[in-house]
Structure formats: C-alpha cells, structure tokens
C-alpha cells in the first residue's frame, strides 16, 4: 500500500514561483509513474503533469507548458512539481497521484494524495 502526503503549497503572488512535494511511504513508489492535478473550486480535476517510473519521460497539459516541471527523486521517495510565472488562475488543490503499473502509459493513476492548496493572489 502507497500513501502519498503532499506539501508545499501557500499564498503566492502572481508571478511568484512555489515547488510542491509529494512523498511516498511504500517500495512500490519506486516503479510508479506519478503525476500532479488540480481541482479548483467548481471545475474537474484536470491532468498537469506526468513522469515515468525512472523519470526519462515527461507529458505536460498545455495550460502549464513552460511553467511547470515535474521530477522525482527515488532515493527520497519523492516527487516535485516546480511551478513559476504563477497566476491567478493556477489557484486550486493539487494532488499527485500514482500508477501501480510500472509501464503504464499514460498512467491511470490508482492511489492518490490529499492535496494541497495553492491560492495565488492578484
């Protein structure tokens, strides 16, 4: 069993930068492709961000393209969300979420985190 406990979020201003984390408790983190969504009040919960289980492939929505990079660090069971050029509109909960198959992809995403808010202010 994978739990996932995010960090990181906060009040920013807009074009200020915030990098979430995402820690892993369980071995089968280390094969798992992960990645970032958020929901914000009133809309779906929409895909930002992907990685394979080793990290050599990314998948970026293009609402954050360029803005946005997702990394993982399997020695830390851990995967980040380095977001900057922050706006107004990125205000939402971000989760991360991961696959138990190792070479899904895209992933399907089967264990998820609570969140973590992120408000960026005007």
């Known amino acids: 069993q994978v739990q996932l406990v995010e960090s990181g979020g906060g009040l920013v201003q807009a074009g200020g930068s915030l990098r979430l984390s995402c820690a892993a408790s369980g071995r089968t983190f280390t094969w798992s492709p992960m990645g970032w969504f958020r929901q914000a009040p009133g809309k779906e919960r929409e895909l930002l961000a992907a990685?394979?289980?080793?990290?050599?492939?990314?998948s970026y929505d293009e609402s954050v393209k360029g803005r946005f990079t997702i990394s993982r660090d399997s020695t830390k069971n851990t995967v980040y969300l380095q977001m900057k050029s922050l706006k107004p509109e990125d205000t939402a909960v971000y989760l991360c979420?991961?696959?138990?198959?190792?070479?899904?992809?895209?992933?399907?995403?089967?264990?998820w985190g609570q969140g973590t808010q992120v408000t960026v202010s005007s």
């Open positions: 979420a991961g696959d138990h198959d190792k070479f899904a992809w895209p992933p399907s995403y089967d264990y």
């Open positions: 990685i394979s289980w080793n990290g050599g492939t990314t």
